[in-house]
């Protein structure tokens, strides 16, 4: 018989196009592998059609190696972007049998880690300076426990900063992610919002 596995996230994902643009330059992936799933969101530098092909180069690469070592991931598509516009982007590799989340970004796109009690401190990503494709500086991936409940968060920078306030965690992922691109989207530029809901 086979065995039927619960997916270790609720995803939610909300993307805003800048008006008169065919192609969204800010794009995510997610990927299984065995023990857990990677989860990204990447936004090509500026807009556009070529802005959307380097986002593209990157999610072929994290989509045929998942299980890898972010450090190694990143580097990868360092390399592969030379000559495109370039990517900033931010990865999230939960592991559901540790019960642990590595998390790692380059550039401007944040990251959040919220508990579902009100007694836990919100957990930010630390961002290392760069452009994929173009300047990687070094990148210092960090692991952090995690249980049922957590939420993840990873804005590009068409959301505002600031777009952690006044948050419902008791919202699925998808309607989460909707209203913080209704309420802190620019409007201005491509933006992209990913929310990941850990459930084992």
Known sequence: METITRPALDLGVAVFTMPGQ????????????????????????????????????????????PAEAL???????????RGTRGVVMSLASF?????????VGV??????????????????????VGTLGHQLAGVYPTTLPIKSGDTLI???DGVRENFDQFLNLKQAPQQLANDIMA??????????????RFLE
């Open 22 to 65: 065919e192609e969204c330059g800010d794009q995510h992936m997610v990927a299984s592998f065995a023990g857990g799933v990677l989860v990204a969101a990447i936004d090509g530098v500026g807009h556009g059609v070529e802005a959307a092909r380097a986002s593209r180069i990157t999610q072929e690469i994290l989509q045929t190696s």
């Open 71 to 81: 450090g190694l991931l990143i580097q990868r598509c360092h390399e592969a972007l």
């Open 95 to 103: 592991n559901h049998i540790k019960k642990i989340m590595t998390w």
């Open 107 to 128: 550039g401007n796109v944040q990251g959040k880690l919220l508990a579902m009690d009100t007694l836990s401190q919100p957990r930010s990503l630390l961002l290392s």
């Open 154 to 156: 990873l804005t590009t």
């Open 183 to 196: 309420r802190s989207g620019r409007q201005t530029d491509d933006a992209l919002v990913l929310v990941g």
